[in-house]
């Protein structure tokens, strides 16, 4: 389901972009520098590790989240993502991980597309992945390493009017931590990679 959701929306950007070159008359300076969006993410994980015999099981969390975008120039900007997002952790038919909060800040570098009301976009950049407010569970303590992942991203706005737009987004997130339980002599390695699903309205200025 997830890969049909990206797939979909890749197809869709080809497809803007081929109107796009018909359509295109804005100039190089017609264009808004700063945009800021409010979204509300469906963040999608899927987990993966190391633990032999034992399978990660994380929930997926539903979150606010804000963004700031700069255009360069119309077509080529960076955007700022900045949310927080709480997972349930467990292991299946296992122990109880308690809960962990992700505050994953990540920087895309982002190519827009124009076709009438409609602005298709694709991105990729990095985040840094920060994990506080641990419940450890069924254990005495655990210790989740901050990491540096990787972003995909593909998206559209849709004009409202010359101030004000909605958007649609789709991130991929590639990221893994190491997990060390207390009293543990070695650490093991999660996959956390999560698919991160956002809608919201935005505005230029």
């Not at 900007?77 to 949310?83: H, K, Q, T």
């Not at 109880?96 to 994953?104: A, E, F, K, M, S």
């Not at 992945?129 to 706005?157: K, N």
């Amino acid at each position: 389901m997830k890969k049909l959701i990206f797939s979909t929306i890749l197809a869709c950007l080809f497809v803007f972009n081929a109107q796009a070159q018909d359509d295109n008359t804005m100039s190089n300076d017609d264009f808004s520098k700063w945009q800021i969006r409010f979204r509300v993410l469906s963040v999608i994980p899927s987990p993966s590790d190391d633990i032999v015999g034992a399978d990660v099981d994380i929930s997926t969390s539903f979150a606010p989240e804000f963004d700031f975008t700069y255009f360069f120039n119309k077509n080529i900007a960076a955007e700022l993502i900045l949310g927080t997002t709480k997972h349930e952790v467990e292991l299946e038919d296992g122990a109880d991980l308690g809960h962990v909060w992700l505050l994953p800040p990540t920087l895309n570098l982002q190519y827009h597309f124009y076709t009438g009301d409609f602005k298709p976009y694709v991105g990729a950049g990095i985040n840094y992945t920060i994990f506080y407010g641990v419940d450890a569970g069924d254990l005495d303590d655990i210790d989740y390493d901050s990491t540096v992942g990787f972003s995909l991203q593909a998206g559209l706005d849709y004009n409202l009017n010359e101030k004000w737009f909605l958007n649609l987004d789709v991130k991929k997130l590639f990221l893994e931590t190491d997990v060390t339980p207390k009293g543990a002599t070695e650490s093991s390695k999660v996959g956390i990679d999560p698919l991160i699903i956002g809608f919201g309205v935005g505005m230029k200025f």
